[in-house]
C-alpha cells in the first residue's frame, strides 16, 4: 500500500489549505485513516481520524474546529480542510492507514495504530 501526501506549502496565519493523501489501494474502504504532524524538534503527535465509511471522525483537541478530516472512497484519497492556520501548525503532515479491524471504538489514536505511512508534505504558516 503506498500513501503519497500533498498539498503543503507556505500560507500566511489565518489562511487555509487543503491536505490530500491517494493511497494505490483499491480497498481502500477497509482501512482506517488518519492525519499526523510532526513539528521541528517534536515527536509526531495525532491530529485526526476518520472511519472506514467516512461517518465517524475525531480530532485532537488542539485543531477541533479548524481542522476537517473527509475522505472519498471512489477515489481513494483523503483530505484535511485546515482553517485559521497558525504559526503552531507548521509541520510536517503525514497521512497513515490502518489495516487492522480494531473497531473505531477502541482506537487510542496513536502512532502505532497505523501500518502504512505517506512521505509527508510540509505545512509552514508564517505569523
Known amino acids: 500500500v503506498q500513501l503519497q501526501a500533498s498539498g503543503g506549502g507556505l500560507v500566511q496565519a489565518g489562511g487555509s489549505l487543503r491536505l490530500s493523501c491517494a493511497v494505490s489501494?483499491?480497498?481502500?474502504?477497509?482501512?482506517?485513516m488518519g492525519w499526523f504532524r510532526q513539528a521541528p524538534g517534536k515527536e509526531r503527535e495525532f491530529v485526526a481520524a476518520?472511519?472506514?465509511?467516512?461517518?465517524?471522525?475525531y480530532y485532537a483537541d488542539s485543531v477541533k474546529g479548524r481542522f476537517t478530516i473527509s475522505r472519498d472512497n471512489a477515489k481513494n484519497t483523503m483530505y484535511l480542510q485546515i482553517d485559521r492556520l497558525k504559526p503552531e501548525d507548521t509541520a510536517v503532515y503525514y497521512c497513515a492507514a490502518d489495516s487492522t479491524k480494531r473497531p473505531w471504538l477502541l482506537r487510542d489514536y496513536t502512532l502505532n495504530e497505523y501500518d502504512y505511512w505517506g512521505q509527508g508534505t510540509l505545512v509552514t504558516v508564517s505569523s
Open positions: 489501494e483499491r480497498t481502500f474502504n477497509d482501512y482506517v
Open positions: 476518520i472511519s472506514r465509511s467516512g461517518s465517524n471522525t
